[in-house]
């Protein structure tokens, strides 16, 4: 169980980090390849704006970045996954704080990791899922909302499950409370636990 648990929060932590490899060193596709779709103008902004967060390095950076193109709220409930009803109201604005923290500083700390002229290509694009690859030839989609990114999937793994699966499994070795993933991500955010770079 327990080593399920680390392969899941493992495949999570990868897909983070090729994500912020992506965004950090990508070549945006042209305008013409993104006019018939909207969602997919969005990816380009979005890749855009951690591009420059990336190159200031700051975890403020990212976090600006996450709260103008991700959908943190969403995502961030989503993660609770069953265990969503036992969030209490009065910490719902802590927890998604600390969540946003939690990503960004995560985003910050592996922003490094990719280096090198990936080129971005969008592939197709339906309803709100854009379809994407980088130079290697690894496929990205993209789930859009408006002109957020509700998640993301690399290499067959979606972000948000990822999340879910780690968030989980902090609140089950807490005995099923929320307050005790609130609290693990307010550590992790203030730095009393840190990232562990991948």
Request: overall charge positive; aromatic content about 6%; some cysteine.
């Amino acid at each position: 169980m327990a080593d399920r648990r680390q392969m899941a929060v493992t495949r999570a932590i990868r897909a983070l980090a090729l994500v912020a490899g992506l965004v950090t060193s990508a070549c945006l596709p042209s305008v013409a390849e993104a006019a018939s779709c909207a969602a997919a103008e969005t990816v380009q902004d979005a890749a855009s704006a951690f591009i420059d967060a990336a190159r200031s390095g700051s975890v403020s950076a990212f976090s600006s970045a996450l709260s103008r193109y991700v959908n943190v709220d969403a995502m961030a409930l989503s993660a609770l996954g069953k265990f969503r009803g036992k969030l209490p109201p009065e910490r719902r604005a802590e927890y998604v704080r600390n969540a946003q923290r939690y990503m960004s500083q995560f985003l910050a700390d592996n922003a490094g990791r990719f280096q090198g002229n990936i080129q971005l290509t969008i592939k197709s694009c339906s309803g709100n899922l854009v379809k994407s690859s980088i130079g290697s030839g690894s496929d990205i989609a993209w789930r859009v909302s408006g002109n957020r990114i509700d998640d993301v999937q690399v290499s067959g793994i979606w972000l948000g499950l990822q999340l879910r699966q780690e968030f989980t499994s902090i609140i089950r070795q807490n005995q099923g409370y929320v307050t005790g993933l609130i609290d693990y991500l307010g550590r992790r955010g203030a730095g009393e636990l840190p990232h562990k770079k991948n």
